[in-house]
């Protein structure tokens, strides 16, 4: 990219246009336009600047400023990178996307400039599919170390070209760690999709390099990441496009990113043809000037076949590699260029760093919708099993019946046994058979407490399902959870607890404290009877007998809680009844919560960001702002 002894001719102040033409008509041509410096409250310390001498107080100070400010990025990388999307809910694909470009753009980019003030310069050249991108590098540089060819894209590998004493620093270690690469051997050869190719040559001068990128615009959708990829590693951006293609919206997507990021730009218009030509630039011109771009620099390449060797053989990339060997000869310029774009991308991070957050606080609040669905559904659950466990809506059909089965057979009578010597014989001898019907009242109080968390827990989920599918993404996450194994056990599981919650409800009939101050103290009986009779008045027979109504239970019937405190006493009995309501409340509210799991699951594992992340985020661009 040696610059030529002689550049072509340019117009004065009053030319109609900056475009370089070649050969054909040189009296067009232009000089470049010096790329603007930047504004004095863009943050004048970022960015490269010259050293002050070691050991003074300016660079001791300079030195602390630099490893502030290098740990100030670190820690937003750091928030960047550990932040999750859930897949499938909204705002994950354009939270990951940004995600991703910002924190390829400080690891790239911004980390190595501030830690290195040597790096060499890099050109991306990009741009539209056969605008002779691959041709050009070949020209500027001097030699072929690019393919060139019909098929489209042509590029599928990026090839950067840099003189040999600088390609250590492309290597895996220094520039961008995670792409693939290949040295060059000998001629250009072409790389494998996803490869960088590392083209060394002496015909490069040293502290610069030019990068061939994949089609902007290519058929092949994974090459627009690989190029954007690329361009945000880049200090200046030549965009190339075609006099056919130039009004593409792609090409002006990737000339707006320049914009906004203010990056140093060069724009080159190719194969322009000699007819219309006047007019033809004054509206690429006019288009830039429009976007906000009327300060890039800006040149044309007229339709030509003089080609050979994969490069041009006349003098038409003249005027553009005089304008590169300015940018990299002359430390003024250069400076100019690279502090732009890096200031540029710093002043980026005000906006694209929130609006990152606000992606992950879009996503919290999704997830805050579908944890409070889930909160909702259990708490009304729990509230629908705690009002029917007292108010005696479980004391009809099956279960009344059984009750007055047992209370008219009985049953509570033939329980009682007055203590003493036939008591004893009859201990000796044995328990009681119990009789189906009590068989039959005990099976009947476990399918009603089954029925009544079976429905509850049910209703619970159907409510979740239908309000997590009201929400983009959330039915996959509904039937994720729902299709969790473990779940469909929910029945077998409230037999064991209301099993288990009867056995104790009878053992607490049998402590001491419940009989040594009642009629228990004279009587014998079968704990297990009893501690039905307790589970009825539970129950809410009580009320259900007071309330009338359909389901009021049948008068006829003996009142549980009288035998009860015939038994016990008053006191006694509020504290058995007391110690077994609260038993049965904590294995329902148990099973309630084990049911929740698969939800709470489903929840945790979709990768919704944590609360906090958004904080950090905006906190991290605060350090920045005030570090810079």
Same mark, same amino acid.
């Given at each position: 990219?040696?610059?030529?002894?002689?550049?072509?001719?340019?117009?004065?102040?009053?030319?109609?246009?900056?475009?370089?033409?070649?050969?054909?008509?040189?009296?067009?041509?232009?000089?470049?336009?010096?790329?603007?410096?930047?504004?004095?409250?863009?943050?004048?310390?970022?960015?490269?600047?010259?050293?002050?001498?070691?050991?003074?107080?300016?660079?001791?100070?300079?030195?602390?400023?630099?490893?502030?400010?290098?740990?100030?990025?670190?820690?937003?990388?750091?928030?960047?990178?550990?932040?999750?999307?859930?897949?499938?809910?909204?705002?994950?694909?354009?939270?990951?996307?940004?995600?991703?470009?910002?924190?390829?753009?400080?690891?790239?980019?911004?980390?190595?400039?501030?830690?290195?003030?040597?790096?060499?310069?890099?050109?991306?050249?990009?741009?539209?599919?056969?605008?002779?991108?691959?041709?050009?590098?070949?020209?500027?540089?001097?030699?072929?170390?690019?393919?060139?060819?019909?098929?489209?894209?042509?590029?599928?590998?990026?090839?950067?070209?840099?003189?040999?004493?600088?390609?250590?620093?492309?290597?895996?270690?220094?520039?961008?760690?995670?792409?693939?690469?290949?040295?060059?051997?000998?001629?250009?050869?072409?790389?494998?999709?996803?490869?960088?190719?590392?083209?060394?040559?002496?015909?490069?001068?040293?502290?610069?390099?030019?990068?061939?990128?994949?089609?902007?615009?290519?058929?092949?959708?994974?090459?627009?990441?690989?190029?954007?990829?690329?361009?945000?590693?880049?200090?200046?951006?030549?965009?190339?496009?075609?006099?056919?293609?130039?009004?593409?919206?792609?090409?002006?997507?990737?000339?707006?990113?320049?914009?906004?990021?203010?990056?140093?730009?060069?724009?080159?218009?190719?194969?322009?043809?000699?007819?219309?030509?006047?007019?033809?630039?004054?509206?690429?011109?006019?288009?830039?000037?429009?976007?906000?771009?009327?300060?890039?620099?800006?040149?044309?390449?007229?339709?030509?076949?003089?080609?050979?060797?994969?490069?041009?053989?006349?003098?038409?990339?003249?005027?553009?590699?005089?304008?590169?060997?300015?940018?990299?000869?002359?430390?003024?310029?250069?400076?100019?260029?690279?502090?732009?774009?890096?200031?540029?991308?710093?002043?980026?991070?005000?906006?694209?760093?929130?609006?990152?957050?606000?992606?992950?606080?879009?996503?919290?609040?999704?997830?805050?919708?579908?944890?409070?669905?889930?909160?909702?559904?259990?708490?009304?659950?729990?509230?629908?099993?705690?009002?029917?466990?007292?108010?005696?809506?479980?004391?009809?059909?099956?279960?009344?019946?059984?009750?007055?089965?047992?209370?008219?057979?009985?049953?509570?009578?033939?329980?009682?046994?007055?203590?003493?010597?036939?008591?004893?014989?009859?201990?000796?001898?044995?328990?009681?058979?119990?009789?189906?019907?009590?068989?039959?009242?005990?099976?009947?109080?476990?399918?009603?407490?089954?029925?009544?968390?079976?429905?509850?827990?049910?209703?619970?989920?159907?409510?979740?399902?239908?309000?997590? @599918?009201?929400?983009? =993404? !959330? &039915?996959?996450? +509904? *039937?994720?959870?729902?299709?969790?194994?473990?779940?469909? %056990? $929910?029945?077998?599981?409230?037999?064991?607890?209301?099993?288990?919650?009867?056995?104790?409800?009878?053992?607490?009939?049998?402590?001491?404290?419940?009989?040594?101050?009642?009629?228990?103290?004279?009587?014998?009986?079968?704990?297990?009877?009893?501690?039905?009779?307790?589970?009825?008045?539970?129950?809410?027979?009580? @009320?259900?007998?007071? =309330? !009338? &109504?359909?389901? +009021? *239970?049948?008068?006829?019937?003996?009142?549980?809680?009288? %035998? $009860?405190?015939?038994?016990?006493?008053?006191?006694?009995?509020?504290?058995?009844?007391?110690?077994?309501?609260?038993?049965?409340?904590?294995?329902?509210?148990?099973?309630?919560?084990?049911?929740?799991?698969?939800?709470?699951?489903?929840?945790?594992?979709?990768?919704?960001?944590?609360?906090?992340?958004?904080?950090?985020?905006?906190?991290?661009?605060?350090?920045?702002?005030?570090?810079?």
């Amino acid at each position: 990219m040696t610059r030529p002894s002689a550049a072509p001719g340019t117009t004065g102040p009053g030319a109609p246009d900056r475009f370089g033409t070649g050969p054909a008509a040189t009296s067009d041509q232009p000089a470049p336009g010096p790329e603007p410096a930047p504004d004095a409250d863009a943050g004048a310390r970022v960015g490269p600047t010259a050293p002050a001498p070691a050991g003074s107080a300016r660079h001791r100070a300079s030195v602390s400023e630099d490893h502030r400010f290098e740990q100030v990025l670190e820690s937003l990388r750091k928030h960047i990178r550990d932040l999750e999307f859930a897949d499938g809910l909204p705002h994950a694909e354009e939270g990951r996307t940004l995600q991703t470009d910002v924190l390829a753009q400080l690891s790239d980019y911004v980390l190595p400039r501030v830690r290195r003030s040597d790096i060499p310069l890099l050109i991306a050249v990009a741009g539209s599919t056969g605008a002779g991108k691959s041709t050009l590098v070949n020209s500027l540089v001097g030699e072929q170390v690019t393919t060139t060819g019909v098929r489209r894209p042509t590029t599928n590998s990026p090839v950067l070209a840099c003189n040999p004493a600088d390609v250590d620093w492309f290597s895996e270690a220094s520039f961008i760690p995670s792409l693939p690469r290949v040295r060059q051997q000998g001629l250009a050869m072409p790389g494998k999709d996803g490869m960088l190719v590392l083209a060394a040559t002496e015909a490069m001068p040293r502290g610069v390099a030019l990068l061939d990128t994949p089609d902007v615009d290519s058929a092949v959708a994974a090459h627009h990441e690989f190029a954007a990829k690329f361009l945000d590693a880049a200090d200046l951006w030549m965009f190339v496009t075609t006099s056919t293609r130039y009004a593409d919206a792609r090409v002006w997507e990737f000339l707006q990113v320049a914009r906004d990021r203010d990056t140093s730009l060069a724009v080159v218009l190719s194969r322009v043809p000699r007819r219309g030509r006047r007019q033809l630039l004054d509206h690429f011109g006019a288009m830039l000037e429009a976007n906000g771009l009327g300060t890039a620099a800006r040149f044309a390449i007229p339709e030509t076949d003089q080609v050979r060797g994969e490069r041009f053989t006349s003098n038409v990339a003249d005027h553009i590699r005089g304008y590169l060997a300015d940018v990299a000869g002359e430390a003024d310029q250069r400076d100019r260029v690279t502090r732009r774009t890096f200031i540029g991308v710093i002043d980026s991070f005000r906006s694209r760093v929130p609006e990152l957050a606000r992606q992950v606080e879009a996503q919290i609040e999704t997830g805050r919708t579908l944890a409070t669905a889930v909160d909702d559904s259990y708490a009304t659950a729990r509230h629908r099993v705690e009002t029917s466990l007292g108010d005696g809506s479980l004391l009809r059909g099956s279960l009344l019946a059984r009750w007055q089965e047992v209370a008219a057979g009985g049953e509570l009578a033939r329980s009682l046994r007055l203590r003493g010597k036939r008591a004893r014989r009859v201990r000796r001898a044995g328990p009681p058979e119990r009789s189906q019907r009590v068989i039959a009242l005990e099976r009947a109080v476990r399918d009603a407490l089954e029925a009544l968390v079976v429905s509850a827990c049910e209703r619970a989920s159907d409510e979740i399902e239908q309000r997590w @599918r009201e929400v983009p =993404g !959330g &039915g996959d996450l +509904a *039937a994720k959870a729902l299709n969790q194994p473990g779940t469909g %056990l $929910l029945a077998q599981q409230i037999r064991q607890e209301v099993a288990e919650w009867q056995r104790e409800v009878a053992e607490m009939t049998t402590a001491s404290g419940a009989t040594k101050r009642s009629v228990a103290r004279f009587v014998t009986f079968d704990h297990d009877i009893v501690a039905l009779v307790l589970i009825i008045d539970l129950l809410g027979y009580e @009320r259900s007998h007071s =309330g !009338g &109504g359909a389901h +009021a *239970a049948d008068p006829s019937g003996p009142s549980p809680q009288r %035998l $009860l405190k015939g038994l016990f006493g008053a006191q006694s009995l509020r504290s058995i009844g007391a110690s077994a309501r609260d038993d049965l409340r904590q294995r329902v509210l148990g099973l309630l919560n084990r049911e929740r799991v698969p939800f709470d699951n489903a929840l945790a594992s979709a990768g919704i960001p944590s609360e906090d992340s958004a904080v950090q985020l905006y906190q991290a661009t605060y350090n920045l702002e005030i570090t810079r």
